[in-house]
């Protein structure tokens, strides 16, 4: 018997352990389907049975903390006269003492008697600054939410505050349930306090960056009306160099004597000197491979100098392409809202219809136009000596690019929600026997997630491109469009599609891309996409008219890294004769 004595207690020893960790939780939170999740949510408690917690005091303290949690979930959904019950063991929660505890919870029993629904009845907020929009629904006759109190609270101070009146506040408020008539009134008092303007901003931190830089970055305007819209401007502005790894503004909490407003600058550098890489790779195209090195404050005046390498078409069916660019950064030039650009690159590109050496240098500024768009202009000069299906020949322009950019995305490596646009205006000055043209290319995206979680996002993308003035001969073949690969159509070989000349092809000088994807989170991690693509290249400056068209299909697999997710799509053609077979492409990132 001796044998079977160890087997034994092992035996019982797992059973006392399982019972004792197997509180049983009933809860009855009424007929409501969607209270009782809300209120269920709410609960300390049924999170610690999810967690299969044991301790009797965790336990005790969590019952004791859910009359405050679920009294609030019911506040927030508009029961103003709620009954709660919470008995461990058949004693009520609130009359146990953490001092002298029961040794084991065997069950909790959670109940729930909500009452009847409140509506607003007197709802008022006064006095209000020009222009207050507050909640729709806080309003007479409509359910007394908790929330919509807070919100209305706050958008009556956001508006004083975007008035100028840097310091209102909530003065008085009266919150009274009246139970005969099922009403909560609402009475809030605003106090503006007076105008502010703005005063100094003093800078702190640990930054090389002198403070008078910094105050002309962020450019707030001193002696001028407050604003919060310029506060948070100027942080923007500070994050936009890159010189940065943290700023935080933060306004003093009084006014001074004249009504004016200090802000505090906390600022703290960013490692000077950066280096990083990129890798892409796709079954035809090849592996693309890119690197750069970057100094964010060149003369401590948060100016920034960056290098770039990339080469492509690495192991794959077209040539060998080299690109190396260098580029400079000096924000706050003129004033806050202008930073100086100078860019210069050269590139050998050997690609499926054309071999082209190039060089191009540029100065110019980038305006700041909003918040969330941004312009810039340049003039500059470049060479290009090519060689194509029309035989060999060598461009020179004086060029003026101009591009302007919106960007409203909530991520740029893995957007849900919001838009992108981008559009170029590119004039090129032929000089030594080179034609004039002007190119013109926009590229606009928005997204949008919906279902339970926000597990879907759906994607679109449209492209449109254009030369005018110059005739596909006249032009540099990289000035000209050609559609097919990762950047237009997947599925469809890389740059396959252009405008047939004799036995070869050259590029077209009108273009039309599209794009769609559905993206659906299968787990927190990864991903499952499915997209279509459309190109269209067409030899007239009418986008469309006179095109001919493509298009390609696949499946993706998303993995997110925690900084942008990993990339893999599996593409064919579906429409066109210019590809067949399937194509990989693996990157990081969404594909747009």
């Not at 035989?391 to 849900?416: A, V, W, Y």
């Not at 925690?562 to 399937?582: E, K, Y």
Request: aromatic share 8%.
């Amino acid at each position: 018997m001796e044998h079977l004595k160890k087997p034994l207690l092992i035996g019982l020893y797992l059973a006392c352990t399982s019972a004792v960790s197997a509180f049983e939780l009933r809860f009855d939170a009424g007929a409501d389907p969607d209270l009782a999740t809300a209120i269920r949510s709410a609960s300390t408690v049924a999170t610690a049975k999810a967690a299969d917690v044991t301790a009797t005091d965790e336990i005790i303290a969590a019952v004791q903390s859910d009359y405050r949690n679920i009294l609030g979930a019911l506040y927030r959904n508009g029961y103003y006269g709620p009954t709660i019950s919470i008995k461990v063991d058949g004693r009520e929660g609130y009359s146990l003492s953490l001092i002298s505890l029961p040794s084991t919870v065997t069950s909790v029993a959670i109940s729930v008697d909500p009452g009847p629904r409140f509506s607003f009845g007197n709802a008022t907020v006064a006095p209000l600054a020009p222009n207050t929009v507050l909640p729709d629904d806080f309003t007479r006759g409509a359910p007394a939410l908790a929330p919509l109190v807070g919100e209305a609270k706050d958008a009556a101070i956001a508006a004083w505050r975007e008035a100028a009146h840097a310091k209102a506040a909530l003065g008085n408020q009266s919150i009274v349930a009246n139970h005969p008539t099922r009403e909560l009134d609402v009475a809030l008092t605003v106090d503006p306090g007076p105008r502010a303007t703005f005063g100094t901003l003093d800078v702190k931190g640990e930054t090389t960056v002198t403070a008078r830089r910094i105050r002309k970055i962020a450019g707030l305007p001193e002696g001028s009306s407050f604003s919060p819209e310029y506060v948070d401007l100027a942080a923007r502005r500070l994050q936009r160099t890159g010189t940065f790894r943290s700023v935080t503004l933060r306004e003093a909490d009084t006014l001074n004597a004249d009504n004016s407003l200090d802000i505090t600058a906390t600022v703290v550098d960013d490692k000077r000197n950066r280096f990083g890489f990129g890798a892409e790779i796709s079954s035809l195209e090849g592996a693309t491979l890119s690197a750069y090195w970057m100094d964010r404050n060149v003369t401590r005046h948060a100016d920034r100098f960056r290098v770039d390498g990339e080469i492509s078409g690495l192991g794959g069916d077209t040539g060998v392409d080299y690109t190396l660019g260098a580029s400079y950064r000096r924000p706050a030039t003129f004033n806050p809202k202008y930073t100086a650009l100078l860019n210069a690159e050269i590139a050998r590109l050997d690609e499926p219809d054309y071999r082209s050496n190039s060089g191009e240098f540029t100065f110019g500024v980038e305006v700041e136009a909003s918040i969330l768009s941004e312009v810039s202009v340049s003039l500059g000069y470049r060479y290009s000596d090519v060689t194509d299906a029309l035989g060999s020949r060598r461009f020179n322009h004086i060029i003026l690019p101009i591009e302007g950019t919106r960007d409203k995305r909530d991520d740029r490596l893995d957007p849900k929600s919001g838009s992108y646009f981008d559009a170029q205006i590119l004039p090129f000055i032929g000089v030594n026997g080179s034609t004039s043209g002007t190119r013109l290319f926009a590229d606009t995206r928005t997204y949008l997630t919906f279902g339970s979680d926000d597990r879907f996002t759906f994607a679109a993308r449209a492209q449109i491109g254009s030369v005018i003035g110059a005739s596909i001969a006249q032009t540099p073949p990289d000035y000209l469009f050609f559609s097919g690969g990762g950047g237009t159509v997947r599925g469809q070989p890389y740059n396959s599609l252009g405008v047939p000349s004799g036995s070869d092809t050259t590029g077209g000088t009108s273009f039309i891309g599209l794009s769609g994807e559905l993206r659906a989170g299968i787990t927190d991690k990864i991903g499952l996409v499915g997209f279509y693509d459309m190109g269209a290249i067409g030899d007239e400056a009418v986008p469309g008219s006179g095109a001919d068209w493509h298009s390609g299909a696949g499946l993706g697999l998303r993995y997110n890294t925690g900084f942008g997710p990993i990339r893999v799509d599996l593409a064919a053609p579906v429409t066109g004769d210019t590809g067949s077979g399937v194509q990989l492409y693996v990157g990081i990132g969404q594909a747009f």
